[in-house]
């Protein structure tokens, strides 16, 4: 079982929209940053840069037909920058030229004054300043302010995160196509082309049907093509239409770095009150969200920030105040867990602290603090599964954590110089869009006369193997070999008003879909028969490429079978919808059923401190998870190791830098560090045996986001070693726990 592009990708011949062969006449779009992170646009000449050799055209905001705009919650993001300027890198005008060379290099030719306003980029002083966008929230339960008092220890602090940069192996990506009829073609790098097909017709004036979004594949997103794909591809359409050539626009990775937004810092202040045993009783928080210039998706990130609160914990009072908080970077955006990892990781650190109050080990804290099935989380949802104790209880029965313990601390009190640290990382994760509406798919199916098969959906391939389960999902269904089942590329045209491919919910959505499209078929298939042979329809299977009745085969194969029913003008065509049964929220209360189920594990991740260098290592990953019934587990333990390894990035190495002026400094694989393979733990992972059957696909749960979270584990295995060589480390919580931190930490 391997991932359907393997092939493709090892040779190098997997075609991204940047490889796409361009059509003669082809031009390319470069777009002209704001050098600073605030100001007021004085005076923008373009006259120069116009005149420059091979330049075709130049755009401005005067330029744009439609509206410009680009915001998708909040409309409050222009494509091109018209009088003010909110972050450094924000468009403020398009060169387009004859090659890419020619339009970077007109840039220089642009005359731009911006009269520079201080820029804010700390999210509590935007917070004071009342720079919020949308309106605060609160998630509640239990009756906080009551339960202090009952009290045996209250500590309280503060946890700030960083953010952390997609790092996609391809850059945003746009080919825009002129029709014959005034209309579009373009392919584009995003998770969500129905997006930019509504992002393009809002900004050109034109109906979503003149503007078809194709996307054949793309090289990683990890949320960062999610809602900010979207402005790339309008550029290049916008050059695209007032041209009547094609127009290609493509970030180098500098580019992509300085100008497109990230995962969203957070501060966070944090209150947690316990019994004497460690029962937690109270926890109160409030997340002040960096959301940069706009608002982007951050709204729908504050939320799942919230509904991550207490992560696999049951605690009966709480209350999260959630901020999202305008500053001059660039919008923030979707990342991996989507605001869920920025509440674990303060959930971790309220453990943490308590713990060493206590001085009890944090895992006893948080092992009898353990979701179990019907409790009940701040947002009204009761949980449906034990798996949060059986993988705990799996893990624990596999490593033994005691014993893991008892080994840690005769290693540190045999080393002076090395010292080694533990920590136990559960996560529970909520699938499903916490916007109920997008929670839909469709699937369209076309079975050939010769038996082949296309399908096309709305999930996009960005490297997670959706393709792959995808197929699975048909082969089972129509009784045939996966090597009939072929995906099409994601396109508009074909499947429309599609959700992102986001929320880890790809395959599931889609793989419903596409189980009900081909349910159709079979069902007219097995009908057919039926009456041919004037047995009941339910005595007709196909299996294995062979028709069976009442389970005996009836020397009929599937490739006949689809050649006999063409002849009997049977359509072998069928388009499905799905939508989530059962899900539902009322923002009004704060309160609902948001996830169809919830994606579950635990780990347990060792790391080891050299202390005269001060550099941390990540020895090792131990994972239990809940996949249900793995669709192809194979792909499930690539998305595990994949997010287990990105979330140690996130806490340990990766650190955006900003200089005063908000301006980034860390715009380069040279500066920004992300882990390599030297620095990948050794990842051992466990499938929880017998895994109850889940409401996912075929019994299966979705894999995509929930291991990042597991890379938490590492902070807190560091920060474990750092106190095992100074006990009296006064603690602080703040990601990532760079060389350069522990070293500080250790040498102050
Ligand atoms: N995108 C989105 C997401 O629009 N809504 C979500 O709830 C979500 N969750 C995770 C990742 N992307
Ligand atoms: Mo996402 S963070 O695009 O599922």
Redesign the pocket.
Known sequence: MKHDDAPLHVRGAARYVRDLPVPQGTLYAAPVPSPVSHGKIKMLDIAAAAAHEGVAAMFTARDIPGQNQIGSIIQDEPLLAADEVDYAGQPVALIVADSMAAARGARPLIGLEIESLPPVLDPRQAYARGEIIGVPRTFALGDVDQAWSRCHLVVSGRADSGGQEHIYLETQTALAIPRDDGGLKVFSATQSPTLVQRTIARVLGLAMHQVEVDVPRLGGAF?GK?DQATAWAALAALAAFRLGRPVKLTLSRQEDIRWTGKRHPYSSDYKIGLTEQGKILAYEVTFYQNAGAYAD?SP??L??TLFHTTNSYFIPHVRATAASCRTHLPPFT?F?????PQAMFVMEAAITHAAAALQIPAMEIQRQNLLRSGDEFPYGMRLQTDSPVRCWEELDKRQDFQASRARVAAFNRSHTLTKKGLAVMPVCFGI????TL?NQAASLVHVYTDGSVGVSTAAVEMGQGVNRKIRRVAARTLGIGLDRIRMESTNTSRVANT??T????GADLNGHATRLACLQIVERLKQAIAAEHGCPADEIGIEQEEVLRARQRMDLSWEQLVAWAYSRRIPLSAYANYATPGIHFDKSKEKGHPFAYHAVGTALVEATVDGLRGVPRIDSVKIVHDVGRSLDPAIDLGQIEGGVVQGIGWMTCEELVYSPEGKILTDGMSTYKVPDIGATPEVIVTFLDEAPQSVGILGAKTVG?PPLMYGIGAYYAVLDALRAFRPELPLSFQAPLTAERTFWALWP
């Open positions: 949320g999610e998706l729908a990130i939320e799942r979707a991996r867990g989507f605001g869920a499903s869009f916490t916007t997008l959700s992102p986001a929320a880890s919910s986001e």
